[in-house]
């Protein structure tokens, strides 16, 4: 940390379902009334958001007094101001690491599992209550740190969107994308249901269910492995369009080239955030490879 100056920690988090609901149906007997309606019950959720609560306060408690804190809910992530050394903290699901990584610019980061009897925890892979000795860990430069590949793609245009498991590119809806995909010097008109690029993180998700499918004879990338993977989904072979560049693995300096042939409705959008998209017009392209960025996840 900089001499003089205290920590900073960004806890963030996101609404839980029971919030969800209350801002739904505005009151919790409304709420309770509509899912006894569908055959559940308000009191599962509300033990879930009474769990996080709780490890909410157990967080809140670890930071030092004297450090200083912000407390950030994940929409706001895009307006706000990350200092260099901020110590982040994300309180959730693993979507909440991948979420806050692509703001990031190397800032630590630090994943914590409110609830280990329902999320597996792959990225939050520490509990509330180890919170207090990781933070200061991290603060006298102790701390474990995995260094983690992330993609990203740039666009004709300028636009650019980052990353941590994969990036999808095609069709906003079921219709198929059409496109041509440029690898190295080879070129083909494709029509398929889009393509993802996906890094090792992304590999225990769409990327792995998409390489059983395919039956890939290479292995997935690993977190840390500067590669990443790319695949084609559902290609159709027609007298315009082929099948013969379907997947791949891109190492540093490699790239895949995307040129557009969707009149409307191509999208380009990041670890499943459909709502944060790219457009991805007629005519636009779209470069993917590694990022320089890498999520630095305590």
């Given at each position: 940390?900089?001499?003089g ?6 806890l963030?988090?996101?609404?839980t ?33 009474h ?6 306060g157990?967080?809140l ?8 804190r ?12 990350f ?7 994300a ?12 703001y ?6 630090l ?25 200061q860990?991290a ?6 740190v995995e ?7 740039t ?10 498991n ?9 219709q ?12 083909e008109h ?45 290609a ?17 300096g ?7 042939e ?27 490879q ?9």
């Amino acid at each position: 940390m900089t001499l003089g100056r205290l920590p900073r920690v960004v806890l963030v988090t996101r609404p839980t379902d029971y919030q969800a609901l209350l801002v739904a149906h505005g009151t919790r007997e409304q709420a309770r009334f509509i899912l006894e309606g569908r055959g559940q019950h308000i009191e599962e959720v509300e033990d879930r958001h009474h769990r996080f609560e709780r490890a909410l306060g157990t967080v809140l408690r670890a930071i030092p007094l004297k450090w200083r804190r912000s407390l950030l809910d994940r929409s706001d992530l895009s307006a706000f101001v990350f200092e260099p050394e901020d110590l982040v903290v994300a309180l959730g699901q693993d979507g909440l690491v991948a979420n806050v990584a692509k703001y990031l610019e190397g800032q630590r980061v630090l994943g914590l599992n409110p609830d280990p009897e329902r999320v597996d925890g792959v990225l939050v892979k520490h509990t509330p209550e180890d919170a207090s000795d990781l933070l200061q860990d991290a603060v006298n430069g102790r701390a474990s740190v995995e260094s983690r590949t992330m993609v990203e793609a740039t666009l004709d245009d300028g636009q650019r969107l980052l990353a941590l498991n994969e990036l999808y590119v095609g069709h906003s809806s079921h219709q198929s994308a059409r496109y041509r995909l440029h690898l190295g010097q080879h070129e083909e008109h494709q029509s398929s249901s889009g393509l993802i690029i996906a890094t090792g993180t992304g590999s225990t998700g769409w990327a792995r269910s998409i390489h059983l499918e395919h039956q890939s004879s290479f292995a997935l990338p690993k977190p840390t492995e500067p590669q990443l993977a790319f695949f084609v989904r559902e290609a159709f072979p027609s007298r315009a369009t082929g099948t013969s560049i379907t997947e791949g693995l891109l190492s540093a300096g490699e790239q895949v080239l995307v040129v557009s042939e969707m009149n409307e409705q191509g999208v380009l959008f990041g670890d499943g955030m459909e709502a944060d998209c790219l457009p991805f017009p007629w005519g636009a392209t779209a470069a993917f490879q590694m990022a320089p960025e890498r999520l630095n996840l305590i």
